[in-house]
T-cell receptor, first 113, second 117 residues
Framework: AQTVTQSQPEMSVQEAETVTLSCTYD???????LFWYKQPPSRQMILVIR??????QNATENRFSVNFQKAAKSFSLKISDSQLGDAAMYFC??????????FGAGTRLTVKP | GAVVSQHPSWVICKSGTSVKIECRSL??????MFWYRQFPKQSLMLMAT?????????EQGVEKDKFLINHASLTLSTLTVTSAHPEDSSFYIC?????????????FGPGTRLTVL
């Protein structure tokens, strides 16, 4: 079974600084998708970034980028120039073939002004 | 684009009654819709996967007779909690995958908070 592990229950970052959230996963598949979702206090799940496993290039979306290490099964999220609005729960997720998405336990990010 | 709505956003009901939650994809056709449950300060737990026109596939431990799912069209799925009890109180979230893209990306609704008295 595929599992997703987020080892950091909570993280804190100073406004304008950079923070990295960790995620590891376990799979025997070679072609799959990885995601980072943000869940602010409103509880609306927002797609932050998506990575296709067959692509070696790390995905980026403005201030958000990932470090995808396929052999190590690692998928960390880097947030640059952190803003107060980045404060939220961040979930790492894995999907293979049949759209059955598995989530990690989440990391609560606090941004200090 | 890729907006998913849920209705109602919150509902309070008496124990023993049934509650229906709607999930709609507003600007795309969704081949597959998903229903999740989320307890406070916890991750999302997949309850079931539904494909338009066919029966939903339930995760192990989820009672299909209690949580009825209907996916009658490419833009609408409903979750009915039958004979609700206080332990069914939770935050329910739906998501949808856009037909034909093959990206496996799910777009989430805003969630429905259910409180059973």
């Amino acid at each position: 079974a595929q599992t997703v592990t987020q080892s950091q229950p909570e993280m804190s970052v100073q406004e304008a600084e950079t923070v990295t959230l960790s995620c590891t996963y376990d799979t025997s598949e070679s072609d799959y998708y990885l995601f980072w979702y943000k869940q602010p206090p409103s509880r609306q799940m927002i797609l932050v970034i998506r990575q296709e496993a067959y692509k070696q290039q790390n995905a980026t979306e403005n201030r958000f980028s990932v470090n995808f290490q396929k052999a190590a099964k690692s998928f960390s999220l880097k947030i640059s120039d952190s803003q107060l609005g980045d404060a939220a729960m961040y979930f790492c997720a894995y999907v293979y073939n049949n759209n059955d998405m598995r989530f990690g336990a989440g990391t609560r990010l606090t941004v200090k002004p | 684009g890729a907006v998913v709505s849920q209705h109602p956003s919150w509902v309070i009901c008496k124990s023993g009654t049934s509650v229906k939650i709607e999930c709609r994809s507003l600007d795309f056709q969704a081949t597959t819709m998903f229903w999740y449950r989320q307890f406070p300060k916890q991750s999302l737990m997949l309850m079931a996967t539904s494909n338009e026109g066919s029966k939903a596939t339930y995760e192990q431990g989820v009672e299909k007779d209690k949580f009825l799912i209907n996916h009658a069209s490419l833009t609408l799925s409903t979750l009915t909690v039958t004979s609700a009890h206080p332990e069914d109180s939770s935050f329910y979230i739906c998501s949808a995958s856009e037909a034909g893209l093959g990206t496996d990306t799910q777009y989430f609704g805003p969630g429905t908070r259910l409180t059973v008295l």
